[in-house]
C-alpha cells in the first residue's frame, strides 16, 4: 500500500504564476482534502473533494482551486501566486466524508519568490 | 465553528521524563478528537483518535490520551520520552458541515528530548 502520495516534494514558483500540485490517495480512499500549512503553523483547511466535487471549503479566495478525477485522485491549483502562499500543502485521504480518519502526504513544499 | 488550542508552543524534556502536551478543544455536542505528529520536513502521521467509546485511548509506541468532556480536553501523555520523539505534535478536532469533514488544528507544540 502506497499511501497517499503527493508531487512534486518541492516547487519554486515567481509571484504572479500558476502552480498545481497533485495527489494520489491511499488505495480504497475516495475522499481527498487539501490543507496548507505555514511555517510554524498548524495546518488550515482549503477544501475537500469527494465524487469529484467541491463538498466544503475554508476560508481561502477562489485563487484556490482543485479537482478530481475519476481514479480519486486530485489536483490544487492556486493562481496569481502571492509571497504568502509559501507553505507546505498537504493533501489528505479518507474513505467517505464523515467522521473518520484521515491519512495525509509527505507534502509540497511550495515557495514563491 | 470549532477551535483548538494547544496550550505550550514548545515542551522541552529529558529523556526518560515524563511529558504531557495539553490540548483544550471548543465544545460541542459530538466531538471527533486526533493527535498527529510530524517529523521534520515531513507530513502527519496519525498517533491517536478519540471517536467514541473509552475516553483513554492509546497508540503503538507508548503515548496515550484523555477525553475529558467536562474540561473539554484531550492531552497527550508519555510516561518515558524517548530522543526519537522529537517532534511536533498536531491536536485535531472533526468539524462535518453538510457531510464533510475537515480537521481544525491547533498551532502545534514542538517536543524536544534532551539527552
Known amino acids: 500500500d502506497a499511501g497517499v502520495t503527493q508531487s512534486p516534494t518541492h516547487l519554486i514558483k515567481t509571484r504572479g504564476q500558476q502552480v498545481t500540485l497533485r495527489c494520489s490517495p491511499k488505495s480504497g480512499h475516495d475522499t481527498v482534502s487539501w490543507y496548507q500549512q505555514a511555517l510554524g503553523q498548524g495546518p488550515q483547511f482549503i477544501f475537500q473533494y469527494y465524487e469529484e466535487e467541491e463538498r466544503q471549503r475554508g476560508n481561502f479566495p477562489d485563487r484556490f482551486s482543485g479537482h478530481q478525477f475519476p481514479n480519486y485522485s486530485s489536483e490544487l491549483n492556486v493562481n496569481a501566486l502571492l509571497l504568502g502562499d509559501s507553505a507546505l500543502y498537504l493533501c489528505?485521504?479518507?474513505?467517505?466524508?464523515?467522521?473518520?480518519?484521515?491519512?495525509f502526504g509527505q507534502g509540497t513544499r511550495l515557495t514563491v519568490v | 465553528a470549532q477551535s483548538v488550542t494547544q496550550l505550550d508552543s514548545q515542551v522541552p524534556v529529558f529523556e526518560e521524563a515524563p511529558v504531557e502536551l495539553r490540548c483544550n478543544y471548543s465544545?460541542?455536542?459530538?466531538?471527533?478528537l486526533f493527535w498527529y505528529v510530524q517529523y521534520p520536513n515531513q507530513g502527519l502521521q496519525l498517533l491517536l483518535k478519540?471517536?467514541?467509546?473509552?475516553?483513554l485511548v492509546e497508540s503503538i509506541n507508548g503515548f496515550e490520551a484523555e477525553f475529558n468532556k467536562s474540561q473539554t480536553s484531550f492531552h497527550l501523555r508519555k510516561p518515558s520520552v524517548h530522543i526519537s520523539d522529537t517532534a511536533e505534535y498536531f491536536c485535531?478536532?472533526?468539524?462535518?458541515?453538510?457531510?464533510?469533514?475537515?480537521?481544525?488544528f491547533g498551532q502545534g507544540t514542538r517536543l524536544t528530548i534532551n539527552p
Open positions: 485535531a478536532v472533526s468539524e462535518v458541515i453538510q457531510g464533510a469533514q475537515k480537521l481544525v
Open positions: 465544545s460541542s455536542v459530538s466531538v471527533y
Open positions: 478519540y471517536l467514541s467509546g473509552s475516553t
Open positions: 489528505a485521504s479518507s474513505r467517505g466524508t464523515g467522521n473518520t480518519e484521515a491519512f
